[in-house]
């Protein structure tokens, strides 16, 4: 399993060939952003919350819109 994960904005395909290309090994894994928006719909929380730990550790946002990519650690189980 890979140890960091670039994630590449999905409005730079190129980017993306590029970095799969130089860095993708077992260590390292590209991929291409899948979010599309926040999930929630309502700005009410919900009855109970399911989740025990919030999944992402950072916010990526900004750096994708500014280079277009951005790294992460995955977090050991």
Known sequence: MA???FVVS??????????????ADDSRDVVLDRRVGERR????????????????SR??????RSSGWAVVRRRVK
């Open 59 to 64: 916010d990526i946002t900004q750096d994708l």
């Open 10 to 23: 999905r409005t730079e395909p190129r980017q993306y060939f590029y970095l799969k290309h130089v860095f």
């Open 3 to 5: 140890d960091f994960i």
């Open 41 to 56: 719909r309502s700005s009410r929380p919900p009855p109970s919350e399911r989740r025990h730990v919030e999944r992402r």
